[in-house]
Nanobody, 125 residues
Framework: QVILAESGGGSVQAGGSLRLSCAASGDTDDTDNDCMAWFRQAPVKEREGVAG???????SYTDSVRGRFTISRDNARNILYLQMNSLRPDDTAMYYC?????????????????WGQGTQVTVSS
């Protein structure tokens, strides 16, 4: 079993940057955790996959964040990061990290088995 804990959220003005972190503890070597991903959910919207990265560092992004966000993972320290630049008001959401077997379907929440509690990101115009 893996436990995920996010940090780094906050409030920022449009155009600013934030870096989210997700610390993983427990059985992190299990193949159920080969893919680590970030999701977000805004009020009255569905949870959407933002980015995913496998153990080799291969990353995938949803179109709305590509070129602005960078996902990375430190396998030695079991930490997942999301560097968010050029933030926009529509990036405002609760951000969750999640782990799953494969990043092939990184945008689909049901493919991920473990979730953190989330960290709030608010971008003002």
């Amino acid at each position: 079993q893996v436990i995920l804990a996010e940090s780094g959220g906050g409030s920022v003005q449009a155009g600013g940057s934030l870096r989210l972190s997700c610390a993983a503890s427990g059985d992190t070597d299990d193949t159920d955790n080969d893919c680590m991903a970030w999701f977000r959910q805004a009020p009255v919207k569905e949870r959407e996959g933002v980015a995913g990265v496998n153990r080799d560092g291969y990353a995938s992004y949803t179109d709305s964040v590509r070129g602005r966000f960078t996902i990375s993972r430190d396998n030695a320290r079991n930490i997942l990061y999301l560097q968010m630049n050029s933030l926009r008001p529509d990036d405002t959401a609760m951000y969750y990290c999640a782990s799953g077997r494969s990043c092939r379907y990184f945008q689909i929440p049901t493919y991920f088995t473990t979730w953190g509690q989330g960290t709030q990101v608010t971008v003002s115009s």
